[in-house]
Antibody, heavy 116, light 110 residues
Framework: QLQLQESGPGLVKASETLSLTCAVS??????????WGWIRQPPGKGLEWIGN???????YYNPSLKSRVTISVDTSKNQFSLKLSSVTAADTAVYYC????????WGQGTLVTVSS | QAGLTQPPSVSNDLRQTATLTCTGN????????AAWLQQHQGHPPKLLSYRNNNRPSGISERFSASRSGNTASLTITGLQPEDEADYYC???????????FGGGTKLTVL
């Protein structure tokens, strides 16, 4: 059974960089049929797509976040990562990693709070 | 980023049928169809249907998805208390090269 697990700091200071990693187990991140991505959900709000990455490293990013987002993949560790720079309170959210485009497997999510 | 349009709330009686809608355009829903996700409070979203009516294993047949033009629909028959949740639709937008989500519909089972 495929499992995804997010990890990273739960508290980030404003103007700094948020960094999260998603470890994939039970399957290979190099599977050519899938992308891997990050999605976030501010408290009490809806889902917002952040971006996708393919095992080869090709990426798609949300245009509204593109200038601040970097998603990378490490196939040797079967994991992918998110970096979001210059964070503000508006970036406080539960961050999920998921298998795309099917959205059939999700991590449990990790709450990241941006402090001033 | 343009999103998909969902009604904020839908309600219906226990054991009745609820239909949720998701409106996009020819670049997203009208192109490759939509996925439907169910989210209970405090939990990650769960895939109910992919590209209109491909249900993952383990998803009840009470959940049925369809599409007409640029609008996708999720029909839930025989409403149960556990169906009370937030429902999101999602699609790939080929003109934006982006995943787009609807704002979500809160389903209340009366």
């Amino acid at each position: 059974q495929l499992q995804l697990q997010e990890s990273g700091p739960g508290l980030v200071k404003a103007s700094e960089t948020l960094s999260l990693t998603c470890a994939v187990s039970g399957g290979s991140i190099s599977n050519k049929n899938y992308y891997w991505g990050w999605i976030r959900q501010p408290p009490g709000k809806g889902l917002e797509w952040i971006g996708n990455i393919y095992y080869s490293g090709s990426t798609y990013y949300n245009p509204s976040l593109k200038s601040r987002v970097t998603i990378s993949v490490d196939t040797s560790k079967n994991q992918f990562s998110l970096k979001l720079s210059s964070v503000t309170a508006a970036d406080t959210a539960v961050y999920y990693c998921a298998r795309l485009m099917q959205l059939d497997y999700w991590g449990q999510g990790t709450l990241v709070t941006v402090s001033s | 980023q343009a999103g998909l349009t969902q009604p904020p709330s839908v309600s219906n009686d226990l054991r009745q049928t609820a239909t949720l809608t998701c409106t996009g355009n020819s670049n997203n829903v009208g192109n490759l169809g939509a996925a439907w996700l169910q989210q209970h409070q405090g939990h990650p979203p769960k895939l109910l249907s992919y590209r209109n009516n491909n249900r993952p294993s383990g998803i009840s047949e009470r959940f049925s998805a369809s599409r007409s033009g640029n609008t996708a629909s999720l029909t839930i028959t025989g409403l149960q208390p556990e169906d009370e949740a937030d429902y999101y639709c999602s699609a790939w937008d080929s003109s934006l090269s982006a995943v787009v989500f609807g704002g979500g519909t809160k389903l209340t089972v009366l």
